[in-house]
């Protein structure tokens, strides 16, 4: 009797150890962020529909006026960013082809941006393609080798990217220091990418630039939570917000918290449902989507994703979600198939480790292990150390009987949940 009295306390004790340690480990406080969540404007958009306005205006006024041209492109792609209507995003390339062929593709600047256009387009060796032409024309070289460490990172073209990092060293530079961060989290050093990125801040204060500022915070944002640092990624996002007040990346990077740390569901919803009213992009929908499979609900899910692939069905996105249609197929068995031929486009277009970890888990979805396990050896292990390639590549090991591969990938995968969220945590624990 004594002893299941001392059990009762302790197991008491340790419910209540627990409790507490929930209620210090809670982060987001909607207090924090309501005011930008209410906000009826947005100044930035107000600001570049005006640029826009003037500069048309100017345009119509001048029309071999060449360099409005290039004004009105660069405000149509803050438009972009501002609200993620893809058609923005056509109407840079259509002023930019035009700025190109009035100055008989000569001039590096409109040609750079025309390749930064189509990066934003996943239409990446188009820009590779404009990228050496710039270099070739030999004005500005920094600038160009800066695109091309872009283009040849997003291909996969991993030496050169480096070659080109090399001959942009500047430890003053915002443009190289952000590289430099991206180059160490491709390696995997996601620590020493955070303080390159960090180095880039204090520049960006320094300059007092908002651009800049409102650019980094929200980077160190999404770093710090890969690295399991997610007070200092709320904290982050909270100071993009105030910069940026609209900033749907933060405020969507604020819902992932409530979504994936706190398991919150109600209020990442809230906070979904508020940001894509005025920032409206196909991503929203699968993160509804990831939401509803976490609270079991189906017939949900299906919803959202039924409301994604209509909005892809509806607008021209072109390659962009690619890579989201092919994970969305090859969990299915009746559209596996169709997961296995997109990843063979992105193979083709873009041969990345992440393109191979497409094509590799659309055969284990088809059923084909040994081949996927093949593909994974030769084109993902060691290459990538993006946490889902990982879970991937531990899920193969296991389907071909490789045992001993899976615990060491499970025991980082284990450190990664918080960036792969509570749905797959569940996978990896029963791994």
Not at 228 to 253: C, F, M, R, V
Not at 273 to 290: C, E, G, R, V, W
Not at 336 to 352: D, G, H
């Amino acid at each position: 009797m004594k002893t299941t009295k001392t059990l009762s306390i302790i197991f008491f004790t340790a419910l209540l150890m627990l409790s507490c340690n929930q209620k210090t480990n809670k982060i987001i406080a909607p207090n924090d962020y309501n005011k930008y969540l209410e906000i009826k404007d947005n100044k930035s958009k107000d600001f570049t529909l005006n640029e826009i306005n003037f500069w048309q205006k100017k345009y119509d006024k001048a029309p071999n006026q060449t360099s409005f041209l290039s004004l009105l492109a660069s405000n149509y792609s803050n438009l972009f960013e501002n609200t993620g209507n893809v058609k923005y995003l056509y109407k840079v390339e259509e002023l930019l082809l035009q700025v190109n062929q009035e100055y008989n593709h000569n001039e590096v600047g409109p040609i750079r941006s025309l390749a930064r256009n189509y990066i934003s387009q996943h239409r990446f060796k188009e820009a590779l393609v404009l990228a050496n032409k710039a270099l070739a024309i030999g004005e500005g070289m920094k600038e160009t080798q800066k695109l091309l460490f872009d283009v040849n990172m997003e291909l996969g073209n991993y030496a050169t990217a480096n070659k080109n990092l090399k001959a942009i060293t500047d430890k003053n530079d915002f443009d190289y220091l952000i590289r430099v961060s991206k180059w160490n989290d491709h390696l995997g050093d996601i620590n020493t990418a955070i303080s390159f990125m960090e180095k880039a801040k204090d520049i960006a204060i320094v300059n007092d630039s908002k651009y800049l500022k409102v650019w980094s915070y929200s980077n160190l944002g999404d770093m710090n939570g890969h690295a399991g640092n997610i007070q200092k990624s709320y904290d982050y996002y909270l100071k993009t917000l105030e910069l940026e007040p609209n900033n749907s990346y933060a405020l969507k990077g604020i819902a992932w918290i409530a979504f994936s740390h706190e398991k919150n569901t109600i209020e990442a919803t809230r906070i979904i449902d508020i940001i894509s009213k005025t920032h409206n992009t196909p991503d929203f929908y699968l993160l509804k989507a990831q939401i509803a499979e976490y609270e079991n609900n189906q017939a949900l899910k299906n919803e959202n994703l039924a409301a994604y692939f209509n909005m892809l069905s509806t607008i021209n996105y072109g390659a962009m979600y690619n890579k989201y249609n092919t994970l969305i197929y090859a969990d299915d068995k009746n559209t596996a198939t169709k997961a296995l031929e997109i990843a063979k486009i992105e193979v083709e277009q873009r041969p990345t480790p992440d393109s191979y970890d497409l094509l590799s888990w659309s055969y284990y979805n088809l059923g084909e292990s040994k081949k996927a396990l093949e593909i994974a050896e030769k084109f993902v292990v060691g290459k990538s150390f993006e946490p889902k390639l990982n879970y991937h590549l531990a899920t193969i090991y296991k389907a071909n009987n490789r045992i001993k591969k899976v615990a060491p990938i499970k025991e980082e995968l284990l450190k990664s949940t918080f960036e792969l969220g509570p749905n797959l945590e569940k996978k990896i624990i029963n791994l």
